[in-house]
């Protein structure tokens, strides 16, 4: 397991080289002059040769990469150009957002993908599996933004002064607050690496609400994020239902399965204790695989649903053409994923003795 | 595929092997037509796909027609519901199906316009990482060693990115248009391409009839591309229109955002980002496009399942 392990990372670090490189190319392929690009049309001359300096943008390229590398070593992703502040002070405010938003969806999208699939499979062919399959094909299908839209105008319109009427924008109701963990605590002389991790899970408003007790604010974060978890979660879901049904059919038609009957057991025991627990296995890969695209969706989810995330801030960052924000935050989420699919690789590698030679 | 593998290469199979590729053709698409989901999406996609072409035609004006300069329409309304005159709307009412938006557009012309820019930068990006794919994945899995160690790695670095930032990063990158923004969906999507390609060629290449061609001294470019490429076809085909629909989404995504350029070009994705704030007073204007897009997605979705169970030998149960 260890020699599993350990050559899967040999195989991730070149990546993320790669990625730290591809990053850094991108922001050096940008057309015009990039002190202009990044200080405006109206930067003077001697205003653009400080900066070109400053930034070491006059050095050979191999160096200025050698300079970029230290930089992110040393945890420096720039500062914002809109909001003149360090990328991880906006890291921490925003990617709170973005993490309780992707954890939702993928909650939603396991709970009610693996049930449907199972189902789906074990009535072949009834209209439970019929009806999964056609919700499922136009789940994939369509665009979150048009799915985000969609709910929105039905729960917060249609079903306005209903019980069922639900936010469609923001994360909390005005005068709501989540008090920070720090401030309940009283541990505001705490500063450095501990604090930002303190601030940061103070941004998952559900679980610090939980945690402190502040349980009307947890519940209403609960009740503005249901409608873009689902908006989000909804491909996933899909396609976790497809497979789902696929492999319990392929582990229904395994001859151990036919042994397990033979031996006389019910039907219910065979299903959830044979063929259940194997038919999983390939589940657990594509719930690895979803996370890419849960990411992507999250931009338009949030720009949908006003969520100040982590997408939100990239798309305001495409429109105010804050090059360092879209350079910082492309890096962190490219290496958040890179991180996570080796978390799923090396888990499937727990599940699977197969996969480790 | 089953053809490829069973025909000998020597002199003389030519002659023999002539009438097989008909009836393999023949067979093939009565496979496809087995499938429901092909058919389904084959029904989708020849309305759709029409409707793009025809839309000169079928459109009752040009997608940028401020409809008050129309004769006989000058009192036209911003935004106005949808209006049929066979369904009992008021023939006072201007006729607008899918209703008008805010720049007093018919946005069922748009609609039908919008088609032809969503499938053509579908068709053109796939096209385009269908070939760069196979390229790449040919000389990897041909080659081996570093070259392979090396592509493949490049391909991984792609594969690090969820497609959608990636391509956003590399329009904002190069300039916000729609050609960059059909660049960029193509450059995210060789990979997968890439590697179907790759695992094919690195499957087939030991195969005693590729050994016998290379004794029978056909150059390496000739064994790649007459004995190992038609191995990697179906999954290719089956992959490329499963990729459509995703391109589609994706050139919708980034419209809707806003990157690609001009809002006022007749596109299904910034139709709706344009229009996003006025979904409480008429959803009609993002619900056209938006189902315009999903039934399109779900045409070369449903097709692409139905190539693959008919063209997957592996998967007839």
Redesign the interface.
Known sequence: MTRFIARRLIVTIPVLFGIVFFVFVLARVIPGDPCRAVLGERATDAICNDFIHRYGLDQPIPVQFGLYLGQLASGDLGNSIKHSEPITDLLIQRLPTTVELTIMALIFAIAVGVPLGLISAVRRNSPVDVGTMVFANIGVSMPVFVLGLVLAYVFAIIFKDTPLSLPPSGRLSSGIVVKPLVEVWGWQSLQGPPRAFLDFVSGLYIPTGIITGQWTAAFDAFRHLLLPAIALGTIPLAIIARITRSSLLEVLGLDYIRTARAKGLRERSVIIRHATRNALLPVVTIIGLQLGGLLSGAVLTETVFNLAGVGRTMFEAITGRDYVVIQGFTLIIAVTYLVVNFLVDVSYGFLDPRIRT | MAATTVSPPPLGAETLSRGRPASLWRDTIRNVLRQR?AVVGLFLLTILVGAAIFAPILAPYAPDQDLRRVPGLENVEKRADPCIHALGCPAATPQAIFGTDGNFRDVFSRVLYGGRVSIAIGLAAIGIAIVLGTIIGAIAGYAGGWVDNILM??M??IL???????A???V????QSLTNALIAIGTVSIPIYARIVRSSVLSAKENDYVTASRALGESPVGILVRRIMPNSLTPLIVQGTLGI?GAV?EI??LA????TGSPDQAEW?SM??FE?NQ??TA?HI??AP?IA???T??GF??LGDGLRDALDPRLN?
């Not at chain 2, 690090?160 to 990636?166: I, W």
């Not at chain 2, 904002?172 to 300039?175: F, I, K, Q, S």
């Open positions: 989901s790695r490049l991984d670095v690090a990115f969820p497609s959608l930032l990636l956003i990063a590399i904002t990158a190069v300039g629909g989404l919708a995504a809707f955002v806003g990157v994705g709706i980002g996003r979904l409480f959803p993002i619900l938006g897009i999903t039934l997605v779900l979705n449903l149960r």
